[in-house]
């Protein structure tokens, strides 16, 4: 069985900067994951996987200082959705139905990141669940 929570937070003006800061980041590479699976088969006719984009991620983290704050497992979420969304569009399209290529997220439509593992990862409950304790860059 699978647990989820959700919490409401009220961070503060450091941590809401973070947090905006990470969101665009994941968008980013949101939106680069599509366009790379969109060239891959514009140009060559193949398709990118899911584990190959994931395998390219140390690399974005060692060129690009901005992603070494983000933890990885955020950013292999981001290549995760990316890879769901395409299943969803695979699926639609084998069931005849109206298919929804996978668009580019804007600034309004990527609104969440998620941490798999939260306690070990970055969000630690305190004062009996009462208080959240972010810590989005180490």
Do not use: W
């Not at 639609?92 to 139905?97: D, S």
């Amino acid at each position: 069985m699978r647990k989820a929570f959700k919490y409401r937070l009220y961070p503060t003006q450091p941590q809401q900067k973070d947090l905006e800061r990470t969101l665009s980041l994941c968008r980013h590479l949101y939106n680069a994951a599509l366009q790379e699976r969109r060239d891959a088969y514009k140009k060559a006719g193949k398709s990118v996987g899911l584990y190959q984009q994931k395998r390219y991620l140390p690399e974005i983290r060692a060129e690009l200082p901005e992603y070494k704050h983000i933890h990885s497992q955020v950013l292999q979420n981001v290549i995760e959705r990316v890879d769901l969304a395409f299943k969803g569009f695979f699926r639609r399209v084998k069931a005849g139905q109206k298919a929804g290529y996978p668009r580019f997220k804007g600034k309004g439509r990527y609104d969440s990141f998620t941490f798999p593992q939260a306690y070990e990862t970055g969000v630690k409950l305190q004062d009996g669940g009462r208080r959240v304790l972010l810590k989005v860059f180490p």
